[in-house]
Nanobody
């Protein structure tokens, strides 16, 4: 089965940090661009950060630039999202997704999706 599984979410205070992981099974992430997306209550799903298949190119939403870092370890078939200086507005369900090798950071380009992990930023 082709699966992406997110982990690392939880409850954190404003200003805190979390590291999300996205582990793949059933396929090799080397061939895919990976995106992190999130959906907050009452809002549409939005792109957070994307990384090319080689890891040589990354993109970030303006709202998270300077605070979040995406990385990948293809040897471990895992992608990470390091989230620092978290704000209450970062509260959302975070999803990782795999897209084609030439995918950018558009939701419609992504074919495989994880189940999501909840991130709650609250004091």
């Amino acid at each position: 089965q082709l699966q992406l599984v997110e982990s690392g979410g939880g409850l954190v205070q404003p200003g805190g940090s979390l590291r999300l992981s996205c582990a793949a099974s059933g396929f090799t992430l080397d061939y895919y661009a990976i995106g992190w997306f999130r959906q907050a209550p009452g809002k549409e799903r939005e792109g957070v950060s994307c990384i090319s298949s080689s890891g040589g190119s990354t993109n970030y939403a303006d709202s998270v630039k300077g605070r979040f870092t995406i990385s990948r370890d293809n040897a471990k078939n895992t992608v990470y999202l390091q989230m620092n200086s978290l704000k209450p507005e970062d509260t959302a369900v975070y999803y990782c997704a795999a897209g084609g090798i030439q995918a950018m950071c558009h939701e419609y380009e992504y074919d495989y999706w994880g189940q999501g992990t909840q991130v709650t930023v609250s004091s």
